[in-house]
């Protein structure tokens, strides 16, 4: 069974900073290359960003190149996202999933997200 659990989200000024973190299941890090997505209101769900297992290779969305940090700790099965300079438009519900390829999701359930709200 897939567990995924975010949090860190909250209410933040652009130009702010937060720190997401999700935990998993031992099965669902295991040896994946993990990512983050993010569903703003109205929208699909969007890649954000990817890390491999080794954390050797990243690889981020053009809308938060520069601004964003993907890192994980594959002792605590636990995969973080530093974000910087929030913009308004990175306001969504922030998700973690295992990652397949270029940017699709591994798993097809997902953990109940993290709100993001940035106001201008």
């Known amino acids: 069974q897939v567990q995924l659990v975010e949090s860190g989200g909250g209410l933040v000024q652009a130009g702010g900073s937060l720190r997401l973190s999700c935990a998993g299941s031992?099965?669902?890090?295991?040896?994946?290359?993990m990512g983050w997505f993010r569903q703003a209101p109205g929208k699909e769900r969007e890649f954000v960003a990817r890390?491999?297992?080794?954390?050797?290779?990243?690889y981020y969305a053009d809308s938060v190149k520069g601004r964003f940090t993907i890192s994980r700790d594959n002792a605590k099965n636990t995969v973080y996202l530093q974000m910087n300079s929030l913009k308004p438009e990175d306001t969504a519900v922030y998700y973690c999933?295992?990652?397949?390829?270029?940017?699709?999701?591994?798993?097809?359930?997902w953990g109940q997200g993290t709100q993001v709200t940035v106001s201008s």
């Open positions: 999933n295992a990652v397949r390829g270029t940017a699709t999701p591994l798993f097809g359930s």
């Open positions: 031992g099965r669902t890090f295991s040896m994946n290359t």
């Open positions: 890390i491999s297992w080794s954390g050797g290779n990243t």
